[in-house]
């Protein structure tokens, strides 16, 4: 069956960067696009971006365009997002999300990130 | 970026009623309106996409209907497992955006 599974929770400092990993296994990896949402304790959805493994493009929110990379690895199924800069309001939880025509999400367990000194 | 109201915030029920749990969205979508149900804890769970379509594996209870800028998620005699948060989601236009949601809980 189709999963996304995402890396552990991390600590992070203020100031530093983090990636993350979602690897994805049940399905052909380059058929669907990879999205990333932030969910912050209490709070609602935001869409981050996504990424065409098959050929590398990518969209993003203009909100996190100065604060995220997404990359994907098609020979280990493998989507990533690194966070730069980070500060508390990063402190989230982290989804990735396959989507097949860029429409309804198929979602992983989620990571969740700590920004703390 | 095309905003979705959800309303209203909180809905309590009693097991056993039918609900409808609205979502308007700032302009035109057509129906590419998803609806989601998360639990504490949990990553959302796709109930119904593109505004009115069933997805295997869930209930038949929950329904969806509505296009342009009005949607709602219709629930048949709710059940106890169904209580949780609800949102909805436009992939119309990027960027995709969410609901606020509806938090359903027990009467």
């Known amino acids: 069956q189709v999963q996304l599974q995402q890396s552990a929770a991390e600590l992070a400092r203020p100031g530093a960067s983090v990636k993350m990993s979602c690897k994805a296994s049940g399905y052909t990896f380059t058929s669907y696009t990879m999205h990333w949402v932030k969910q912050r304790p209490g709070q609602g959805l935001e869409w981050i971006g996504y990424i065409n493994p098959s050929s590398g493009y990518t969209e993003y929110n203009q909100k996190f365009k100065d604060k995220t990379t997404l990359t994907a690895d098609k020979s280990s199924s493998t989507a990533y997002m690194q966070l730069s800069s980070l500060t508390s309001e990063d402190s989230a939880v982290y989804y990735c999300a396959r989507s097949e025509e860029n429409g309804n999400y198929d979602w992983g367990q989620g990571t969740t990130l700590t920004v703390s000194s | ?107």
């Open chain 2, 1 to 107: 970026d095309i905003v979705l109201t959800q309303s209203p915030a909180t809905l309590s029920v009693t097991p056993g009623d039918s609900v409808s749990l609205s979502c308007r969205a700032s302009q035109s979508i057509s129906n590419n309106l998803h609806w989601y149900q998360q639990k504490s804890h949990e990553s959302p769970r796709l109930l119904i996409k593109y505004a009115s379509q069933s997805i295997s594996g869930i209930p038949s209870r929950f329904s969806g209907s509505g296009s342009g800028t009005d949607f709602t998620l219709s629930i048949n005699s709710v059940e106890t497992e169904d209580f949780g948060m609800y949102f909805c989601q436009q992939s119309n236009s990027w960027p995709h955006t969410f609901g606020g949601g509806t938090k359903l809980e027990i009467k």
